[in-house]
């Protein structure tokens, strides 16, 4: 970018923020978001405007907003019969069983190591990606407390899209697995892994059902 | 209009907006419970009428569940993080409906608040001296067009001026307030 095209570009992300940058031309610039420098000019004006924010106000919007939010993102719509769980848990089952028939060992270099734990320094798990993203190795560092009939189940947040379980967490010692296809496309571009608590065997949705314990950025060894 | 109760602490605003990007929707309910009265009252001094704030503050929680795994802790404020993205859905939203605002003051009765609660927002260093700095038709221009989402049209009806001038008022305005405040991260 030209210094005097940056000025340009400078003033208008600036009107842009502020709110009266409109019509074509907003449309236009937002094309121009994805380009780093414009988004970085952006972020800084978002800072320098902050300023302008007024006192906090709170007012109380109807309830219909919420179900039409429900509604839009389909969030109802996750909730599943008891067959469809115990359909989804003997599948998830056996594809368990798949994976530990066909899986083999040899050493691979570690791509990714991930420390999952309080923010204080506690680390419960360390996770190991290793390869191409082909194998997973779970060590449990400290135990994590954990009610009977429950489970830990590790979660990849996907750059989009919904998140992708990597089975079970271990209660203790240590697991080795290898990853399947559908694992190694989710971590592509991901950010992130998460713990979920779900009921004993996993999630029964192939979705995180309870809550959400930890979550832990991917970090490239 | 309730102002007694606190902020929500942002270390658990961000936490809820992790769970939400693993797809935790009891968290996004509990983010909404805790955060929608805010935003839609930031909304409603945007757009003004009750239908169309709703209707944005739905647009609104629906990107943020969308985003929610772009948010990244940190790089900013939660509460900041989500009342951006409110702004700029207001602004889309007019831009839409091809609203035209001035005039109708129906809910004016929230635009007159001043110095009540902290915002979450982080101010950035010097902003007082740079704003004080400014015209008092520059700072006036800008307010209108950052607080309540004015268009240059809209301030120049509303303040009675030529248009031309609004649009230098805001331009040079914004140009000083950016050089003023880099100013004063070098002098700090």
Known sequence: ?221 | MDRTDTLPPEIELAQLLQRCAARDSGAFRTLYDKTSPILFARLLRMLRRRSVAEEALQEVYVRIWERAVQYEAHRGRALAWMVTIARYCAIDLMRRERLTLVGDDALADIADDSGGESNGFDKPNNFDHCIGQLSENARKCLTLAFVEGRSHDEIAQLTTSPLGSVKSWIRRGLLSLKQCLSDGRQAA
Do not use: C
């Open chain 1, 1 to 221: 970018m030209k210094i005097r095209d940056r000025e340009l570009v400078d003033r208008l992300a600036g009107e842009y923020v502020l709110g009266t940058l409109r019509g074509r031309a907003r449309r236009h610039f937002e094309r121009w978001l994805v380009s780093p420098q414009v988004g970085s000019m952006v972020k800084a004006w978002e800072e320098r405007l902050a300023g302008l924010e007024p006192a906090v106000e709170r007012v109380a919007p109807s309830a219909g907003v919420w179900k039409g939010i429900e509604s839009r993102l389909g969030l109802r719509a996750r909730e599943h019969t008891p067959a469809a769980r115990w359909l989804a848990l003997a599948a998830s089952l056996l594809l368990f069983g798949i994976i530990g028939f066909f899986a083999w060992r040899q050493p691979l270099p570690t791509t990714q190591s991930v420390s999952i734990g309080e923010t204080n320094g506690t680390i419960y798990w360390q996770v190991e990606l290793l390869g191409e993203n082909q194998e997973l190795s779970v060590q449990v560092r400290n135990a994590h407390a954990l009610e009977a009939g429950k489970a830990h189940e590790l979660w990849i947040l996907p750059a989009s899209g919904n998140p992708v379980s990597l089975g079970l967490l271990p209660a203790s010692g240590e697991a080795h697995r290898t990853l399947t296809a559908a694992q190694r496309a989710a971590l592509v571009g991901a950010k992130q892994l998460a713990v979920s608590l779900e009921p004993a065997g996993g999630s029964p949705t192939g979705l995180p059902t309870g809550p959400v314990l930890h979550v832990a950025p991917l970090q490239p060894a």
